[in-house]
């Protein structure tokens, strides 16, 4: 079977890039190891960014169905409040069954060919063809991988889908709504090393997590037990709470995300942001992006012109991975990982700032090198170079 684009993963990656391709007149395949819905590990906030994009390239959905705003959220490290902030740019909690069970049907909606649930056999990128393990043989025009953070199709390119050393990693539950019946987000910087705790209210749930780099946390499970006792600590049978855990791609993105006639998007291509952990928004931007590409490309030159054309196109997200990066390393490295909390605690307007970069409504590169140099100096000034002091 020849299809112009074949997709490796329909969360929202491969649903955007699906539907942006076969809305272009695209014959698409969309593969997926999984029946929708399905469980997907993810806190589950869909940031005010994610939403424009949402909107953008799948129109309106049914917020009432699929989305609790949230308003309200509370700063804390190690279970200590920093600061509380009413009236807070809007994070639409959802969970990710009901969400991406949503986008994957509009994507076979638009004209995309669904193969769920199927396994990959093996998977030939140079000629960008995958056969699946009941013996069918699809080839493609471009092959695009969106099968998160262990993604097959990175392998196949580069031996290993991440640096082990770079990746994150991340353990959540879902517990009773009663917990947390007020709607407030709770972020907790120090529930992890370079990484955060999160209490994010939903539905009929709250979603209880901790992530941060993997190398740095080789103690995760104690971190985690420890930020949910905090938070449940007459929780009965604390023991067998069902626990999913997964790597999360915290900042490792890949420069050049793909090669040949092959292109990586969302967790895949490492597109999550360092400081937040936000990964819906890139990933629903990177997926269109690399629907467009493919567009272009089979318009034009041919299969290999989507690698370049998508690399231009993901300019602006690398700019911002690379910013965030730079912050990350003022906020997370010792001396001064305790050093942050004081600051936000001390100067509302950081919390602010802080929240508005989590809700998608500042960029990292609006910050800029005077206010990198601001953050600095609220952080003892040592950072600076003596020139800048």
Known sequence: MHFDAIIIGSGPAGSACALTAAKAGLSVALIDKSAFPREKLCGGGVTGRAMGYLGQIFGPLPQDDLFLPSDSVRLTYQGRMLSQHENAPVIHMTMRREFDAELH????????????????????????????????????????????????????????????????????????????????????????????????????????????????????????????????PDLEDMENIHCKGAFLPFGAYRKIPGKGRVLLAGDAAGLVDPITGEGIAWALKSGHLAGLATIEALAGQGPTAALPAYQRHLAYIHREMEAARRIRALIYARPFQTLFPRALERHPSMGRAYLRLLAGELDYADLGARVLFRLARRLGGSLLPRRAR
């Open 105 to 232: 049907r509009q994507a076979i909606a638009a004209g995309a060919q669904p193969f769920a649930p199927v396994r990959l056999a093996s998977i030939d990128p140079g000629a960008a063809r995958i056969t699946l393990a009941d013996g069918r043989s699809l080839q493609g025009g471009v092959l695009i991988g969106a099968d998160g953070a262990n993604s097959a199709v990175a392998r196949s390119l580069f031996g290993r889908a991440f640096d082990p050393a770079k990746i994150g990693f991340g353990l959540e539950v879902e517990l009773p709504r009663t917990l947390n019946p007020d709607n407030t987000t709770e972020i907790d910087l120090g529930a992890a090393e370079w990484g955060y705790g999160w209490v994010f209210p939903k539905a009929g749930s709250i979603t209880l997590g901790v992530g941060g780099i993997h190398a740095r946390n080789p103690e995760m499970k104690t971190h985690f037990r420890a930020y949910l006792a905090h938070h449940a």
